[in-house]
């Protein structure tokens, strides 16, 4: 999805030391969710995207001077953070200051979420409470629709509970009527990002007596790549069939319970669309596992801006 | 391969070596089937070395690499030479490889190397019995590992993870490296109750058994397909 690049913005702050502010930006289609439809940047096989709840938490910002690695900066909060209820321009979360004038290596994590955990004012106490408790990286919550929509839940697994099958997919699992999947996931999804770079520049230069500002940017839709892209996400397609599929119980709801139970290895969609040799999590043992491997891709640096891990 | 600006690098010719392993005991399939392997075969390489911990687009200062390819039987556990990896010296901290069919950015069609052109145009041929219920099941797969045509054009398509270990300063004492595969849990997914094809009504003789050819679009195919990419992993043995 194309995000709008936010460059490094400088204001005059007089003379002295560098300050950068850092914001959290979310990938626009948290908010806006993900059309179906046959467009590259649309879910391909269906189904329409919408979230409800995109929590991440995010946080230790350090910089190292990129000329002397043992110069360094940190900002240690870490916040939980849910991106549907971020403004578009942002949050201003971190600042550091009294910064070396020159090129900083720019890194951040995305931890478990610990408990001197912040909460953001878009989470509530309750919201954020589980998420500690869980200690969770992401819980992203919403729904996939389409009229035509069928759950077909692996044959091993699914217990249908009296449903009436309406045909069945390429690998013989009986599919059900689900114009409405509604799925709500919760995992553990530590990463590390830095170096980060945009444009093949690292970092961010910051000046002397002024306040840099650059942005750690959450993308939204990896969970629904066919692979692991490193670097360009324009051959990638977006699918989200599997998830529809991940509903054993066919109550309408695929829940992280349910993800935790199902081996990729049974799920039909899985097919020769999916390359997914550069996971960053092996084996995938799980579609639980799946999920986290996706979602230790999504952060992002300055929009498309990419961060080793 | 690309070098970084390091200082004291020397060039570095390491041999290569492949090898299978001893399996003691029977593989199994899903649901504890016992499977008796009778030909495994694996087409391997190319293969890349990087000084990052990341592969990938990010593995911009390639260490190593081998643009070969070969045949490997994987239930043979004897080494046996592949070719050189040459490079420079340094830190290696990430590996991609090919099995056998590479993809390029400036074709869309994939190519298929030396040694997947021996397996017929497959990454891994596999063939044995399955023990599924009273009657000894023949089965066959033949699996190709490629970039799709939306897949990330370019670039190898098993990629170390942030889980696997792996970590090792080349030098120009390196003696060789080993890359040892488990077929084990290849097929540890493979339903194979699901497979088993009934002789037609009227056949007769040795040829007319039960049997299972495994072929996309089935779960058997893509669970050896995923298995190769993101299941157990080679083994990595550095000698000196």
Not at chain 1, 184 to 210: K, Q
Not at chain 2, 50 to 66: K, S, V
Not at chain 2, 155 to 174: A, G, M, N, Y
Request: net charge negative; with cysteine; aromatic share 6%.
């Amino acid at each position: 999805m194309l995000i709008s690049a936010l460059g490094a913005a400088c204001s005059d702050d007089g003379a002295g030391q560098a300050k950068l502010a850092v914001r959290i930006d979310a990938e626009d289609v948290i908010v806006d969710g993900l059309p179906a439809g046959e467009d590259s940047v649309q879910v391909a096989d269906g189904w329409q995207v919408d979230f409800d709840r995109y929590l991440v938490t995010v946080g230790k910002v350090e910089l190292r001077l990129s000329t002397d690695h043992a110069v360094r900066s940190s900002a240690g909060d870490v916040f939980i953070v849910d991106l549907t209820r971020v403004p578009s321009g942002g949050l201003e979360l971190w600042t550091l200051a009294d910064l070396q004038a020159g090129r900083w290596e720019f890194h951040y994590r995305t931890p478990r979420a610990p408990a001197n955990a912040r909460r953001h004012r878009s989470v509530d106490t309750d919201v954020f409470e589980r998420m500690v408790d869980e200690r969770w990286t992401y819980w992203v919550s919403g729904s996939l629709r389409n009229a035509d929509g069928r759950s077909c839940p692996p044959q091993s697994l699914a217990t249908p509970q009296g449903a009436e099958p309406n045909g069945e997919n390429l690998a013989g699992d009986d599919c059900y009527a689900a114009p409405v999947v509604q799925f709500d996931l919760g995992a553990a999804a530590e990463t590390h990002f830095g170096p980060c770079e945009v444009d093949g520049l690292s970092g961010v230069a910051v000046t002397e007596g002024a306040t840099q500002s650059v942005s750690i940017t959450i993308h939204g839709d990896h969970l629904f790549f066919n692979g692991f892209p490193e670097g360009d996400e324009g051959s990638t397609r977006r699918l989200a069939q599997w998830l529809a599929d991940c509903d054993l119980d066919l109550d309408g709801r695929v829940t992280t319970d349910e993800l935790g139970q199902i081996s990729p290895d049974v799920l039909a969609e899985f097919d020769t669309r999916f390359a997914l040799g550069g996971s960053p999590i092996t084996p995938l043992d799980s579609m639980l596992t799946y999920v986290a491997a996706q979602l230790k891709t999504q952060g992002h640096y300055q929009g498309e801006g990419e961060c080793a891990r | 391969v690309a070098c970084g600006g390091e200082t004291g690098q020397q060039p570095v010719s390491i041999p290569l070596h492949v090898a299978g392993s001893e399996t003691n005991e029977p593989l199994l399939g899903a649901n504890g089937v016992t499977l008796d392997i009778e030909r495994a075969l694996l087409a391997f390489g190319p293969l890349v070395l990087c000084a990052g911990r990341q592969a990938g687009d990010a593995c911009e200062t390639a260490r190593l690499e081998w643009l070969g390819s070969t045949v490997i039987d994987v239930m043979d556990p004897e080494p046996k030479r592949a070719g050189v990896l040459v490079g420079v010296s340094g830190h290696v901290a990430s590996w991609m490889y090919d099995l056998g069919i590479t993809s390029q950015l400036s074709d869309p069609e994939p190519h298929f190397l030396e040694a997947a052109a021996e397996l017929g145009g497959h990454s891994l041929v596999i063939e044995g019995v399955a023990h599924v219920g009273e009657a000894p099941v023949p089965f066959a797969a033949r699996v190709i590992v490629a970039q799709g045509d939306q897949g990330e054009r370019g670039l190898p398509i098993v990629r170390k993870s942030q889980t696997d270990d792996f970590e090792h300063d080349v030098t120009d004492k390196d003696t060789g490296l080993l890359i040892r595969f488990d077929p084990t849990q290849w097929l540890a997914g493979v339903d194979f109750s699901r497979l088993v094809v009934e002789p037609e009504q009227g056949c007769s003789g040795s040829e007319c058994g039960q049997s299972a050819t495994i072929t996309p679009p089935s779960q058997a195919y893509n669970s050896i397909r995923n298995a190769l990419q993101v299941g157990a992993r080679p083994r990595f043995e550095w000698r000196q």
